[in-house]
């Protein structure tokens, strides 16, 4: 059973920072990429950053320069440091990872319950 949880939300005036962190537990070989998505109230989830094992980032436009992924291998962890936030930042973020449960399997996507992050002033 493989299980992905975040943590860090939270409530930020415009102009503030927040980091989320999620960890993947139980089970598997290894993760492949891991990334963090947000889905706004009425609007379709969508990719914020992704990292590849390697730690080869990618990010959306909205999002570079002010948002920063990264991982920990060794602890199964992904993070997001989100800086000079905007009301227009307000989501639920999840967290995604691709596991590969053993050697000979592909990887599958797991997804976390999602953090609220509220940016008003």
């Known amino acids: 059973q493989v299980q992905v949880v975040e943590s860090g939300g939270g409530f930020v005036q415009p102009g503030g920072s927040l980091r989320l962190s999620c960890v993947a537990s139980g089970t598997f070989f290894s993760i492949n990429d891991m990334g963090w998505y947000r889905q706004a109230p009425g609007k379709q989830r969508e990719l914020v950053a992704g990292i590849t094992s390697g730690g080869t980032t990618n990010y959306a436009d909205s999002v570079k320069g002010r948002f920063i992924i990264s991982r920990d291998n060794a602890k199964n962890m992904v993070f997001l440091q989100m800086n000079s936030l905007k009301p227009e930042d307000t989501a639920v973020y999840y967290c995604?990872?691709?596991?590969?449960?053993?050697?000979?399997?592909?990887?599958?996507?797991?997804w976390g319950q999602g953090t609220q992050v509220t940016v008003s002033s």
């Open positions: 995604n990872a691709n596991i590969r449960r053993t050697r000979w399997e592909y990887g599958n996507d797991s």
